[in-house]
């Protein structure tokens, strides 16, 4: 269990795009402000944990047979984002496309980051102990809280962090862009 634990907390801690997009709503609109958008996350997440369940189980040889394609086709997504990040100005946060809960939980959805912890979940931690639905429901419950803290801790400091990531606009985009092109190269690490 403490395996498990730990590689939850570090995978769900660590920036990808649904952590630093919190981060940057949160930043732009508030806390408040950004609430549909992080519902939309954290609704997302735990949408990406039911699927996982039913068809990790339904096609796990189809999933372990695609898992390659599944990294690619994350990498250029992450890329993507990456460059949207870097390219991005003050003026396009007036077009509030992360403020609504459609925008947070497509990008949840659609994060490679996400569906890669979930598959890795499943294959190395979940479905080789799950041999009854009491410890699979415990384990995903408990993916799910921490999951939602950590994206959570993103969205408080971004608020928290408003002025001073203002103040260093640019330098926090490329930052932000950098560490989405980690995520994107750590998917093949």
Sequence with gaps: MTAFLIYVFVTSITPGPSNLYILDSSKTYGIKGAKKFITGVLIGFLFLAVISVLIL???ENVIIKIELLLKYLGFIYLIYLAYKTYRST???VNNKAYETFKAGFLLQVLNMKSLLFFITLMGAF???IANENATLSLYMIMTV???WLCLLAWGFLGSFLKSYIEQYDRPFKIVMS????YSAISIFL
Excluded: E, R
């Design 57 to 59: 189980f339904k096609f």
């Design 90 to 92: 003050k003026k396009d």
């Design 126 to 128: 979940i479905l080789p």
């Design 145 to 147: 809280v921490i999951g």
């Design 178 to 181: 950098l560490l989405l092109l």
